[in-house]
């Protein structure tokens, strides 16, 4: 039997408002973050560049045109990488870019192959991150840059707000420290992070624009609300309950929202370590 506390989902337009609340928020950034990345790395013509998780080759692409490295995108939705090919073939000039589609926990390459592996927040969404970082590494040359692009838990975030953020994001991140201690275990050294939360190191906070439309007072229109509440009566019928269902689905969503709406609610790191000579498989 149901309860009154029945996850009910939430509404589409809910769904891409959070995911724009929170991907676009680091990837606002763009240039300074991706020019921080390639100046880290190294990376230039004649290096070969991995980006795992490359969705629609927003990383990829950047890299490859403005440092011309030779960079192989993967990413396991097969529709994400049909975008990406198409936005690739849609370019003026050919680059020194390729996708390909292949689980981020088991990646189609050998060892010891990439200079630099880069690891974007949909590594978050595998079942088994440890493996995703462990394999990011494998595939790096020894001495190579390993860099995650990774969202991080803030202590603002209440736990029930990481449970639904969780759910709405498709992805789970984790602790900073989590994801440095994957990083080692894996065999890398000389661990660095920079906290691009506010946009950078030194950057003064600022919200963007997502951020300062979610800061009103009702962050969700009047049809976003009937359609979550639509959405818990079709699974409770004309039962009692049904109402308080509703409103109880339109509450957690406005006080997931404004939780997000603050700068800080949520981390957003860039970690950059090196692949030790001698680990083992190398």
Known sequence: MRTSSQHVPPAPAVLRLVQLAVLGRWRATGEELYREVADLAELGP????LVSGSGEGTTAEWIATRTRATVTGVDPD???IERAEARLRALPEPLPLSYQQAP???LPHETAVFDCAIGEPELAAVSNPERAVAELVRVTKPLGAVVLL??????????????????????????????????????????????WTSGGPGSPVRASGSMKALATESPLT?????????????????????????????????????ELSRERSIGFQLIKGVKWPHVKGS
Do not use: N
Not at 46 to 49: A, M, T, Y
């Open 46 to 49: 004649g290096r070969e560049v």
């Open 78 to 80: 097969p529709e994400r």
């Open 104 to 106: 981020l926990d088991d």
């Open 150 to 195: 990774q969202l991080t838990w803030s202590s603002e975030l209440s736990c029930g707000g990481r449970e639904l953020l969780v759910e709405r994001l498709g992805m789970r991140p984790q602790m900073c420290v989590e994801w440095k201690r994957m990083l080692r275990e894996a065999g890398v050294v000389d661990i660095q992070v920079q906290d």
């Open 222 to 258: 009047w049809q976003q609300k009937a359609q979550i509440v639509g959405r818990a009566w079709r699974q409770w019928g004309l039962r009692a309950g049904a109402l308080q269902a509703g409103r109880g689905a339109v509450e957690r969503e406005m006080a997931l929202l404004r």
